[in-house]
């Protein structure tokens, strides 16, 4: 009895997705839990699998098809198939590119896409992943392989043999390429554009001392993680129990606004922003002010690693009543980080920086990070700003506070 093969269920902040890859063509064989297609919305990339063995007898919904929720979009006739029959047939028709469709059970999104831009043949590239799986760093390495050695002169030879011109200068062909915007791409800038149009949007400044807690992890970092089965002590975690325990005496910078009302959270739910190949994402740590060093610092590592590899769910993305970025990570000294509606606040972290200091008359010489909160200036005054900011400034310089909520 054949079976329908239907779109996720999208939750209401979700309208619609796109249809960005099959992974399987109409009449190849298809294992349990084996990745049929994957659809694009504007905050994740969802995969849908295979319900049980069988064959992939029609594709309804074929590539670059915006669908909404639960639409069907293949049909397949369960049942029992022989272990070597999952090979691909190459005479089947796909809507992928042939440069990809050989390996592309094997490989995510982003590497599909770099793949398909270089015009690479899959086939050439080892895939390092889980399985053999192909992954974005595969593709940047064999693609600098091939920059570092290219083709043989003999071509350009046979050319000027031929009467061709070749310059000996800088090429003179001005290269352009127009490719679309990705869902998510494109939901970002959407949502930035509303975010400086619709809000109020004013930044606050101030420095903190860093030393205290390097020292700390460098005399807890070995046993820390030893204890906690891996997890590595880091810095987001810190500031992710700073900014707990000051939107707690600020609600007003743990609030949002609905329309004429102003809705205050009676929890934190702090977002973490990530960055992903396919733009900033930012998914959520609920209940922050209730979990440990520990706990935030597992969650963030493993929120990570699902942003990477396209994991993230829809319920990963959902809510959050604050934010923190940290574009320390990439080298920035000092930026003006824009809020993630309907949130009012969100706090920037920087780049560690050894600056001279004047301590008790004394020049001296301390790790010192720029901090930025942005913030809504409708609902939050700058006084508040301020001495948000200053809490999670004395949190840092004293970790003990955050133990103890002074």
Not at 36 to 48: A, H, P, S, W
Not at 320 to 330: L, P, S, Y
Request: glycine residues 8%.
């Amino acid at each position: 009895m054949a079976v329908e093969i239907k779109a996720p269920a999208f939750p209401e902040s979700v309208a619609d997705g796109e249809v960005v890859a099959w992974h399987k063509g109409e009449g190849e064989s298809v294992r349990r839990d084996e990745l049929l297609v994957e659809i694009e919305t504007d905050k994740v990339v969802m995969e849908v699998v295979a319900p049980s063995d069988g064959v992939l007898v029609t594709i309804k919904v074929q590539v670059g098809s915006v669908i909404e929720s639960e639409v069907i979009l293949a049909v397949m006739e369960p049942g029992e198939i022989a272990k070597d029959s999952t090979a691909p047939d190459s005479s089947d028709s796909h809507d992928i590119p042939d440069s990809v469709s050989a390996l592309s059970p094997t490989m995510g999104p982003a590497a599909r896409k770099l793949i398909e831009e270089y015009s690479i043949d899959a086939s050439e590239i080892a895939g390092t992943g889980k399985g053999g799986r192909i992954t974005k760093e595969d593709v940047v390495s064999y693609q600098s392989t091939q920059a570092k050695n290219p083709p043989s002169v003999s071509t350009d030879v046979n050319r000027a043999a031929s009467g061709i011109t070749i310059p000996n200068g800088p090429s003179s062909e001005r290269i352009e390429k127009r490719v679309p915007m990705t869902r998510m791409r494109a939901r970002i800038a959407e949502r930035l554009l509303q975010a400086s149009q619709q809000t109020a949007m004013l930044t606050t400044f101030n420095e903190v001392n860093m030393q205290p807690v390097i020292m700390l992890r460098q005399k807890y970092k070995e046993q820390f993680e030893k204890i906690h089965k891996g997890t590595r002590l880091g810095y987001m975690g810190f500031f992710v129990k700073a900014a707990c325990e000051a939107l707690k005496r600020f609600p007003a910078v743990n609030a949002s606004i609905d329309g004429q009302d102003v809705v205050y959270h009676g929890y934190q739910d702090i977002g973490v922003a990530v960055s992903t190949e396919d733009g900033l994402v930012v998914p959520v740590l609920r209940d922050a002010d209730f979990m440990s060093l520990a706990d935030v610092e597992a969650a963030v590592s493993d929120l990570g690693l699902k942003a990477r590899d396209n994991k993230l769910s829809i319920e990963d993305m959902t809510g959050g009543t604050f934010t923190v970025t940290n574009g320390g990570v990439f080298g920035s000294l000092m930026s003006t980080p824009i809020l993630n509606p309907p949130q009012t606040g969100i706090l920037g972290m920087h780049k560690i920086q050894e600056r001279p200091m004047v301590i008790d008359g004394e020049i001296v010489v301390l790790p010192m990070m720029y901090l930025a909160l942005s913030y809504d200036h409708r609902l939050i005054d700058g006084k508040t700003a301020v001495q948000f900011l200053v809490a999670v400034k004395n949190l840092i310089e004293d970790p003990a506070r955050i133990l103890l909520q002074l």
